[in-house]
């Protein structure tokens, strides 16, 4: 059975796309095969995964295949034995409208997805940070929601939209959506607060499962810049985490 996961948070630069390419990659090392899925008109884990080769998708990306203009197979590109993506465009922003006007406007991309699920173990969706046509979608295809956050006030107090989508999405379009788990990212030492505010995390939502905290950084910067993964790029620290949250990721869904 393919496991599809989203990696949401309607709140902006809170590491989505850190996570999605880095679980995506954590996952192929350890032997699952991937498909990595950008639905977001930003195409940063585009760049991520295939650099400037994201130009040669201008009319076989994420939107056309929503849109039905191209079959599933015509959409992937080859990251590594392990790791496939269906890449987003530029252009994506332009396909909202078409989206949004057509029939079952929430199920495009499950609807596009189910041909390739035969081909993978897992499949990775990186979102927007909006609460769009292309959010919804995300959640209606997805069997597991991955939450990841900043340990600050409004990133705690945020949380609660999330969970009026995901309740929203159970009631209306995929009522067996879970929640993984929330990733509380960018965790530094040097002051108390993180440590404060993942203490108030959990008493705010006692029912959220907490996932492997993720270290602050530069590295998963720089190697996001360089088109690389962590693994290859030599932060000990950041590495070990993804590991970690990618092996107890592995042990929630496959036992
Ligand atoms: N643990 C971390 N340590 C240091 N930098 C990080 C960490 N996680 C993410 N970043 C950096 O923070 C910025 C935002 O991260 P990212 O792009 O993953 O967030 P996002 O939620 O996908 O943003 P958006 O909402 O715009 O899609 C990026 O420059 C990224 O490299
Ligand atoms: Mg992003």
Redesign the pocket.
Same mark, same amino acid.
């Given at each position: 059975m393919t496991v599809i996961i989203s990696v949401a #948070?309607q709140k =902006? =630069?809170? =590491? +989505? %796309? %850190?996570?999605a390419l880095n679980l995506s990659y954590g996952l192929a090392r350890r032997g699952r095969r991937v498909l990595a899925v950008d639905v $977001?008109p !930003?195409f940063?884990l585009t760049f991520g995964l295939i650099g400037m080769k994201v130009l040669d998708y201008e009319n076989s990306n994420v939107g056309s295949l929503m849109t039905g203009e191209i079959r599933a197979d015509e959409a992937r590109a080859v990251v590594s034995k392990n790791l496939h993506l269906i890449p987003s465009h530029l252009n994506l922003s332009m396909k909202e409208l078409d989206i949004l006007n057509g029939y079952n406007r929430e199920r495009k991309l499950h609807r596009a997805l189910t041909p390739l699920l035969p081909d993978y173990d897992y499949v990775i969706i $990186?979102t /927007?940070?909006s609460m769009g046509i292309f959010l919804i979608n995300a959640l209606t295809a997805s069997d597991y929601v991955v939450i /990841?956050l900043e340990l600050s006030y409004f990133g705690i107090i945020g949380m609660q939209l999330m969970f009026n989508l995901m309740e929203m999405i159970r009631e209306e379009t995929n009522e067996n959506l879970r929640l993984l788990g929330l990733i509380p #990212? +960018?965790f530094t030492r040097q002051t108390t607060v993180p440590k404060t505010r993942l203490k108030e995390l959990k008493e705010m939502y006692p029912n959220a499962p907490l996932l492997t905290t *993720? /270290? +602050?950084? *530069?590295a998963?910067?720089r190697a !996001?810049a360089l088109g690389r993964s962590i693994y290859d790029y030599g932060d000990a620290r950041?590495s070990k985490a993804f590991l970690r949250l990618t092996d107890q990721i592995i042990s929630l869904v496959e036992s």
């Open positions: #948070n =902006g =630069g809170v =590491g +989505k %796309t %850190t996570v $977001d !930003q940063n $990186d /927007p940070p /990841p #990212n +960018k *993720i /270290p +602050k950084a *530069i998963l910067e !996001q950041a």
